[in-house]
């Protein structure tokens, strides 16, 4: 029934990055007590409370009041029966209409992909590995460290490239090791490599991708993970079958081949560029983006697991004639 109101909020956001993070470098974060015989931490800024990312709209009584004039809904009695705990239906509105105008005041933060590169004896041949290095910043007084999102998975990379120059020895394919920012802005990181790529993509023959890695399935299943992995690349299966049978490696793994590998991370602007992609990943669990995500609910031996295969299949592929 036509526009009853104009209502007008203002919203700040980020690019990507916070500029709230220098905050906590300033802080020194303190570790509660442990909790189930896990060690239990609640970083805390005393005083400061971060606003919910829900966009709230605030309207006066005479407007709300404006907003329901003739649906029978009378603000008072309901107010009344709220103060004394009582249920109150509220009938269905009708015919009535809001217009809202918002604007949106954009700040843009320099931030980075971090990449390293072991040469390998063919120039044009590249394997890439890759984990998210940011995570979700602050909320509600908390710092959300992000232990297993991503501290597992970027740790993985270190791990693998640290092996790879042990190693001594010069693969086929270069391997590059990718430190991608500002995933949880939207994989901003990794799409903007593959959108301005240094080199030809084509020389691009596989993503592997780390994020979440540390987190049983459930604790009844500590050796399931799954493998996500282009389909047309069968041979992924096959390397990673032998390899786990090869070195012992007590993983039960879940092969599960895509056409178009699914998935909210980094991977999926690989797939997007048509480069296949393998994702190991095991649970999925509660304290996924909560300020919970802390190194005390780490399963360390399943990381380990999957880092070892990981480590095994990338110098297999390092190595493959592609
Ligand atoms: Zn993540």
């Known amino acids: 029934m036509g526009i009853i109101g104009v209502l007008e909020f203002d919203q700040e956001i980020t690019v990507a990055g916070r500029p709230d993070r220098k905050d906590f470098m300033t802080m020194s974060p303190s570790e509660g007590k442990a909790q189930q015989g896990k060690p239990w931490a609640r970083y805390s800024i005393p005083g400061k409370q971060y606003a919910d990312n829900l966009t709230k709209i605030q309207v006066s009584v005479r407007s709300a009041n404006e907003i329901l004039n003739g649906t029978g809904i009378n603000l008072e009695a309901y107010k009344a029966k709220a103060d004394r705990n009582e249920k109150y239906l509220i009938p269905e509105m009708k015919g009535k209409s809001v217009y809202l105008k918002s604007s949106v005041k954009t700040s843009q933060v320099a931030v980075r992909n971090i990449i390293g590169i072991v040469e390998g004896k063919n120039p044009d041949k590249y394997i890439i590995l890759g984990a998210h290095y940011d995570h979700i910043g602050m909320g509600n007084g908390y710092i959300w460290n992000g232990a297993d999102d991503n501290g597992s998975g970027s740790t993985g990379v270190l791990t693998i490239a640290r092996a790879v120059m042990a190693a001594g020895a010069k693969p086929e394919t270069n391997i590059i090791f990718a430190f991608w920012t500002a ?140």
Not at 211 to 240: A, G, L, N, Q
Not at 296 to 314: L, P, S
């Open 183 to 322: 995933e949880e802005e939207g994989l901003l990181g990794s799409r903007y490599f593959v959108r301005n790529p240094e080199f030809p993509l084509a020389g691009v023959k596989l993503n592997m991708n780390f994020d979440m890695i540390s987190r049983y399935i459930s604790d009844d299943e500590p050796k399931k993970v799954t493998m996500t992995y282009t389909s047309s690349f069968p041979r992924f299966r096959e390397i990673t079958a032998g390899n786990i049978g090869k070195y012992g490696i007590d993983l039960l793994i879940d092969y599960q081949p895509s056409a178009n590998p699914p998935g909210g991370t980094d991977h999926r602007s690989f797939v997007e560029a048509g480069i296949p992609v393998i994702r190991f990943k095991p649970g999925h669990r509660e304290e996924y983006h909560t300020p919970e995500d802390e190194t005390g609910t780490v399963d360390w031996d399943i990381m380990e697991k999957i880092i070892k295969i990981c480590f095994a299949d990338t110098w297999d592929l390092a190595n493959e004639k592609w």
